[in-house]
């Protein structure tokens, strides 16, 4: 930005006006991503050839990383293969030790892996942070639970006193993952601390864009006490790269496209193994007649422009009663046109850059097509290169319908779309109304009217008076898709089972399973059906 820009934002940031840019903040790119940072990160790469990542607020280049070939991937899974015999062999409270001491690191350095997600998405700082509380209610959650989660279990067994069985966790070896650029530090090392507790070793692909944020989750974790060969990273092309890691595998994690993960799911079912997919949202926000409108109105920016609405539970079509529509509006639009946009490395901006020329070309098109069609810009519609590059005003459309993409495709940026409901019944055929199902949201005064409506919504999370963060945060329970949203939970018992192989052991005693004490077969058969009746009636399970 040019000392007149700079100035012009400045006075621009004065209350009341619209979208003004936030200035930029004295510290840089260079401050923050020295020499000396690059190559103790870099270290964490295996890699033998060279690649490089830049910043999406100003286009400038970051660092220069290892870039890994085919052979590399191979010589990353023999090393995480062979550390993770001793890892797996490591008592439990040890490996959960590791994620708790992660816990206060991340928390007492948080400014450092904050300038590197800001400087390597273009997010504001507060969605940056975001990040950091996902990451430490994951490391605080595995840290304590993951004992009670990989206990062995005991069952009733086929013969109830004579058969003792047991269920155990077994880890499933060395995990391929695949994180995405949108949230590099939560969807890398966030993803990775349960399947590390649970002693299986690493190997992630993570966005080349975005590598110094996960390899900074990945030494600082190294510091918290985790043996160094057990998380590798390798960089590259997703073509080149992607399909070794996912060949390599004993289960695969992946989050990103739906058509990307349609192709992770059939290269792993051709191996026999498992995976986990976390992939698009087309996610509705419901405003119901009762709903406290300045609430809802706050909590749809939140829903819908945090990160830039680069995150695949955001909230991207809107449908709100039309007893209340015009109000509601009034007041959403009113706090849209009041966001500042800005990326310095410092609080105050309300939303950052999009990521990438990609990015900024689907949501021009999604918003010209729709414009051309017949819909209304109540916000936003524009491109802000005055800010940077990348730049695009969040953006609100009213009079949407088929065929605009914006109606059906995933935009996957700081658009959302209005729709007007008559009844509720209305409202959740037309939150269903597609074949994603991620995330989706409900407002309302009456809670137990709205978590009744939230039940008959199709999606893996539901949020009442919030837009996602409320489940997304809540670490004990489930978070993932239906539909075309994905397969598998992150989170919870099966966030930290998935990585796991279950095993039974069943211990016979005293008598075998086939005739004994002189019984010929059909007295043997007769005494188990005997049994088996009194089991019933004895209320066995």
């Known amino acids: 930005m040019t000392d007149t820009q700079e100035a012009r934002g400045s006075a621009d940031a004065a209350p009341g006006n619209p979208l003004a840019p936030v200035p930029t903040g004295v510290r840089t790119a260079a401050d923050v991503v020295t020499p000396d940072l690059v190559a103790r990160l870099a270290r964490g790469v295996t890699g033998s050839g060279s690649t490089a990542n830049h910043t999406p607020s100003t286009g400038e280049k970051l660092a220069d990383l290892p870039e890994s070939t085919p052979e590399d991937v191979a010589a990353a899974f023999a090393r995480a293969r062979e550390a993770q015999h001793a890892w797996a062999a490591t008592p439990l409270r040890q490996r959960a030790a590791v994620l708790l001491r992660f816990h206060d690191l991340v928390l007492s350095r948080q400014s450092e892996v904050l300038d590197l997600i800001q400087l390597e998405t273009g997010k504001a700082r507060l969605h940056a942070h975001e990040e950091v509380q996902a990451v430490a209610v994951a490391a605080r959650h595995y840290g304590r639970k993951a ?193 500042r946009l800005g990326s310095a490395l410092a609080y105050g901006a309300d939303m950052g850059s999009l990521v990438s020329q990609r990015q900024l070309e689907t949501v021009s098109r999604h918003v010209d097509e729709a414009v ?68 989706s949201s409900v407002w309302s005064r009456d809670g137990r009217r709205a978590r009744a409506l939230a039940a008959r919504l199709r999606t893996g999370t539901v949020n009442v008076n919030e837009g996602y963060a409320s489940a997304y945060g809540s670490a004990q329970a489930p978070m993932g898709g239906m539909g075309d949203s994905g397969i598998g939970r992150r989170h919870g018992s099966e966030g930290i089972l998935k990585y796991t192989e279950p095993q039974t052991v069943a211990h016979q005693r005293v008598l075998p399973m086939a005739p004994s004490l002189g019984m010929n077969d059909e007295k043997y058969a007769a005494f188990m059906s005997v049994s088996l009746k009194a089991l019933k009636v004895l209320r066995f399970r």
Not at 377 to 401: H, K, M, N, S
Not at 424 to 439: D, F, M, Q
């Open 372 to 439: 051309d069609k017949g819909a209304t810009v109540l916000a936003g519609g524009r491109a802000r290169p005055d800010i940077g590059p990348l730049f695009y005003e969040p953006t609100i459309l009213d009079g949407v319908g088929a065929p605009m993409a914006v109606c059906e495709e995933e935009t996957f940026g700081p658009v959302v779309s209005v729709y007007r409901f008559s009844d509720e019944e209305e409202a959740v055929s037309l939150a269903n109304a597609t074949p994603y199902g991620l995330n």
């Open 147 to 339: 004992s009670a989660y990989l206990r062995p279990k005991r069952h009733t067994g086929a013969i109830p006193t004579l058969t003792k069985v047991t269920e155990l966790r077994q880890p499933r070896g060395v995990i391929g993952q695949i994180s995405p650029w949108n949230y590099p530090f939560e969807l890398s090392v966030g993803d990775a601390l349960p399947a590390l507790v649970a002693g299986n070793a690493l190997v992630t692909k993570p966005d080349t864009e975005t590598a110094l944020t996960a390899l900074w989750a990945r030494a600082l974790l190294i510091e918290a006490g985790l043996p160094e060969d057990v998380w590798q990273i390798v960089l590259g092309e997703g073509p080149v790269v992607g399909p070794e890691v996912i060949e390599r595998g004993d289960y695969i994690s992946f989050t990103g496209s739906t058509r990307t993960g349609r192709e992770v799911a059939q290269r792993a079912a051709a191996r026999l193994v498992g995976c986990s997919l976390e992939l698009g949202g087309k996610n509705a926000m419901l405003v119901l007649a009762d709903a406290d409108l300045d609430k809802a109105a706050a909590g749809a920016v939140r829903g819908a422009f945090s990160s830039a609405g680069q995150l695949c539970i955001s909230i991207e079509r809107l449908y709100v009663h039309e007893s209340v529509a015009d109000d509601f509006l009034e007041r959403f639009v009113a706090r849209t046109k009041a966001m």
